[in-house]
């Protein structure tokens, strides 16, 4: 059974501090890692993609991805409190088409 | 920016009703998908889509769903009798490509009520 696991909080977090998000996968065979927003009530937004060890990073946000522990993990630099939504790991595993997603991590940034 | 546009946004039914929901990929997309997620509940894949046929779907796929490409924009998930379990919000999603390095962008959702 392929699993994505995250810890669904909720995260409380100062405004202006680091926000981190960790997620961990079942499947070595996996390609593609995927960090998606979502409010509540509406639709995932895609934030930030990785595919090979190590970190990307894109304005606040980054990446980080370690193969051989099976994690990867969002981190989110001068939190503001837009930034409060739920965040979705998601995981492409190899041969597969779909997206495996976690619960999700409830994020609250506090003004 | 190019964006996945679906429809109904809501969609209120009764028990083994059809629904067919719609769904317009972003243009030059090769890949579509179909995902549900029940409310409190995580995204679930159901199904993906590509060159007019249907490349890997999920067990929750089963014989009361089919997707279809009717023509060169929409592409469409039937449910054939609902079930109450069928509540949930679908999403629609492309990507340029479906396997290796790729990005999928979802639609805003269309909520099925079934009562």
């Known amino acids: 059974q392929k699993e994505v696991e995250q810890n669904s909080g909720p995260l409380s977090v100062p405004e202006g501090a680091i926000a981190s998000l960790n997620c961990t996968y079942s499947?070595?065979?996996?390609?593609?890692f995927f960090w998606y927003r979502q409010y509540s009530g509406k639709s995932p937004e895609l934030i930030m993609s990785?595919?090979?060890?190590g970190d990307k990073e894109d304005g606040r946000f980054t990446a980080q991805l370690n193969k051989a522990s099976q994690y990867v993990s969002l981190l989110i630099r001068d939190s503001q409190p837009s930034d409060s939504a739920t965040y979705l790991c998601?995981?492409?595993?190899?041969?597969?088409?779909?997206?495996?997603f976690g619960k999700g991590t409830h994020l609250i940034i506090q003004p | 920016e190019p964006e996945v546009t679906q429809t109904p946004s809501h969609q209120v039914t009764q028990m083994g009703q059809e629904v067919i929901l719609r769904c317009v990929p972003i243009?030059?997309?090769?890949?579509f998908y179909w995902y549900r997620q029940i409310l409190g509940q995580k995204v679930e894949f159901l199904v993906s889509?590509?060159?007019?046929?249907?490349?890997?779907k999920s067990e929750i796929f089963d014989d009361q769903f089919s997707v279809e490409r009717p023509d060169g924009s929409n592409f469409t998930l039937k449910i054939r009798s609902t079930k109450l379990e069928d509540s949930a919000m679908y999403f629609c999603?492309?990507?340029?490509?479906?396997?290796?390095?790729?990005?999928?962008?979802f639609g805003q959702g269309t909520r099925l009520t079934v009562v």
């Open positions: 999603a492309s990507s340029l490509m479906g396997q290796g390095n790729t990005e999928a962008f």
């Open positions: 499947d070595r065979v996996s390609q593609s």
């Open positions: 990785i595919y090979s060890n």
């Open positions: 998601a995981v492409k595993y190899g041969g597969a088409d779909g997206l495996t």
């Open positions: 243009s030059n997309h090769l890949y």
């Open positions: 889509f590509y060159n007019n046929e249907i490349s890997e």
